[in-house]
């Protein structure tokens, strides 16, 4: 069986598909979360670990727009903190001037305060990863990085600064995706998009439901459709499983309301 996760190895995606799986599974780094979704959806066999929100920075676009465009159910999710540290090739940085500084543009955003007041005028190098950017720094004693202690140790670089991120509750949720819903737990969530008509009191509309049946919603996103001017898309995540009597009843009215309702995952809480 295989995990297909966000690469290179080294990435926080490489740590949350280890946490998440054994490792009896052959982990595959891919270079893109469309790539993740093509892989997944060619095998039941096959599972993909894809960063779809962080603490402080929002949603990660790609991530649900390949969430509508791929009929793939999330299975599980993961809550990973995030821990971000100011690392070289060089052991000792006392003399030298920071010119260069490269991460992911997540990171660095993550980070903007820490570099602001540190390295204002340091040039920021975007990479696809933190692991191409302590790839770059192991190369080159003139690159800075902002990586993951486990970059760290894989590029052999030295950390001089640890824990620079903004928030010290910096985390983000992993979704792990499949083919199909799978077993139910003792506590679980389940996942929606709804298409409706985008007229006033469409969000109530929605909303109402939720409340008359006392049910727990714990996200709620909207944006235009992707596919239909006309229409809003809304991702909603609420507490249940999807053949539980009451979700049955919730599904049933918000499918007469709307002009499209989809299931895109049942799954455990993540505590």
């Not at 599972?47 to 676009?61: K, R």
């Not at 009597?245 to 007469?256: A, C, D, R, T, Y």
């Amino acid at each position: 069986m295989k995990v297909f996760y966000l690469g290179p190895e080294g990435t926080n995606s490489n740590l949350a598909a280890q946490e998440i799986f054994t490792a009896e599974f052959d982990y595959v780094p891919l270079p893109s979360i469309e790539d993740i979704f093509q892989k997944v959806a060619l095998s039941h066999s096959y599972y993909g670990v894809i960063p779809f929100e962080n603490s402080y920075q929002g949603v990660i676009n790609s991530s649900l727009n390949c969430l509508i465009d791929y009929d793939l159910k999330i299975v599980k999710e993961l809550n990973f903190a995030i821990s971000h540290s100011f690392c070289s090739s060089n052991k000792d940085i006392a003399d030298i001037n920071v010119l260069k500084i490269a991460s992911h543009p997540q990171v660095l955003g993550q980070c903007n305060y820490w570099l602001s007041s540190n390295y204002p005028n340091a040039e920021k190098i975007v990479t696809t990863s933190t692991a191409e950017a302590a790839k770059m720094a192991s190369d080159n004693a003139d690159i800075f990085c902002i990586a993951n202690e486990y970059a760290i140790k894989l590029f052999n670089l030295y950390s001089h600064v640890k824990d620079i991120q903004d928030s010290s509750n910096n985390s983000t949720r992993f979704l792990v995706i499949g083919k199909m819903i799978e077993e139910r737990s003792s506590s679980n969530k389940t996942s929606i998009m709804v298409n409706i008509a985008d007229t006033p009191g469409s969000l109530m509309k929605i909303l109402q439901p939720f409340s008359d049946l006392a049910i727990n919603m714990t996200r709620i996103e909207t944006r235009p459709s992707r596919n239909n001017q006309y229409l809003h898309t809304f991702f909603i995540d609420f507490e249940g499983w999807y053949e539980d009597s009451n979700i049955q009843k919730l599904l049933n009215i918000l499918e007469e309301i709307s002009e499209e309702l989809r299931i895109i995952g049942s799954y455990p809480v993540n505590a």
